[in-house]
């Protein structure tokens, strides 16, 4: 096997990692629809660094890094979005006492 071969199977599961690591916390925030526990800093954070992965990808013509990076900038992106999107709710979706 070429290295350069492995070192592109290596990337590709490197970042098929990073993308099935968001499915899980995507999944509860949109069936709770609570987003009060993720951090707002964090996901902004994250976002900015998986634009400028997709960039650096662009940048030096790397698929891996482009199609991998965008695929996780997407699902941080929404994930961020719910929090946004969920924050604006006064209250979490099993409260169903009135508010006085």
């Known amino acids: 096997?070429?290295?350069?071969?492995?070192?592109?199977?290596?990337?590709?599961?490197?970042?098929?990692?990073?993308?099935?690591?968001?499915?899980?916390?995507l999944i509860k925030t949109w069936?709770?629809?609570?987003?009060?526990?993720?951090s707002l800093r964090m996901y902004v954070?994250?976002?900015?660094?998986?634009?400028l992965w997709v960039t650096y990808g662009v940048m030096i013509g790397s698929w891996?890094?482009?199609l991998t990076n965008s695929v996780c900038?997407?699902?941080s992106g929404l994930i961020l979005a719910l929090?946004?999107?969920f924050s604006h709710n006064p209250a979490p979706p099993g409260?169903?006492?009135?508010t006085a």
């Open 1 to 25: 096997m070429a290295p350069s071969f492995l070192a592109e199977v290596i990337g590709f599961c490197a970042g098929l990692c990073s993308m099935v690591s968001f499915t899980p916390q």
């Open 95 to 98: 409260n169903l006492e009135p």
């Open 45 to 51: 954070v994250t976002v900015t660094g998986f634009s």
């Open 64 to 66: 891996p890094v482009m």
């Open 83 to 85: 929090k946004w999107r």
């Open 31 to 38: 069936r709770e629809r609570d987003a009060r526990s993720i």
């Open 73 to 75: 900038l997407i699902l």
